[in-house]
């Protein structure tokens, strides 16, 4: 363990970045994963397709080639960041986003169809309709498989560690090159490390799903 307790700050940089990691994409997926899921119930055929196709895309594409696509495609179409650490949010938010949706989707699906029938009757529009009143009765529906979602996101992030990326993945690989006597102790300091960040997340999803299942 000596290992360990002497590579804290490295073991803490990945750490950090990991979390950054995680809040940044699931910042932008949660934005781009509602959009997408309003898409997929509008009553614009052209909005619909588009949801439909992208999540169908995205989510059956191995995370790995989105990161490939980011990471060394992406620069030869024009778009040249100054680090790994920005093509590594965008693929982690473009992949997640897919599942978003789909959660998204399955919580505006479970708002009673009288909802917005009422919403028109009163002369709401669509976007008002999806705004006012289904989203905020869908999000507490998907509140707890979202937290789960971004619990995944969290582990797919060591993704990010085979492109360039210094996360905990990375870190755990860098230790045990280093340290190739220490190989147990050092992997089991990167997994206590994801545990800070998930088991606090799951503890928050099973509360707020017996929360809302008190609320019905």
């Not at 614009?44 to 990471?71: C, K, Q």
């Amino acid at each position: 363990m000596d290992t360990v307790i002497d590579e804290l700050p490295l073991y803490w940089e990945g750490f950090t970045t990991t979390l950054a990691l995680t809040l940044l994409s699931a910042v932008i997926a949660l934005v781009v994963g509602t959009i997408l899921g309003a898409f997929r119930v509008s009553p614009v055929p052209t909005l619909r397709w588009f949801g439909t196709a992208y999540v169908e895309i995205v989510r059956n594409t191995p995370l790995t080639l989105v990161f490939i696509f980011f990471v060394f495609v992406a620069p030869q179409l024009g778009w040249t960041p100054s680090d790994f650490f920005a093509p590594a949010v965008v693929a982690l938010s473009t992949y997640t986003a897919a599942f978003v949706c789909e959660a998204v989707r399955s919580g505006i699906n479970s708002v009673g169809l009288g909802q917005a029938e009422a919403s028109r009757a009163i002369g709401l529009t669509f976007p008002q309709t999806l705004r006012l009143v289904v989203l905020p009765q869908a999000f507490r529906t998907v509140i707890p498989p979202l937290i789960n979602i971004f619990i995944a996101l969290t582990k797919n992030s060591s993704v990010a560690g085979g492109f360039f990326v210094a996360e905990l993945f990375g870190v755990a690989r860098q230790l045990t090159n280093a340290h190739p006597t220490d190989i147990i102790p050092v992997l089991i300091g990167i997994a206590a490390f994801y545990l800070i960040i998930t088991i606090p997340a799951g503890i928050l999803a099973g509360y707020v799903e017996r929360k809302v299942a008190f609320a019905r």
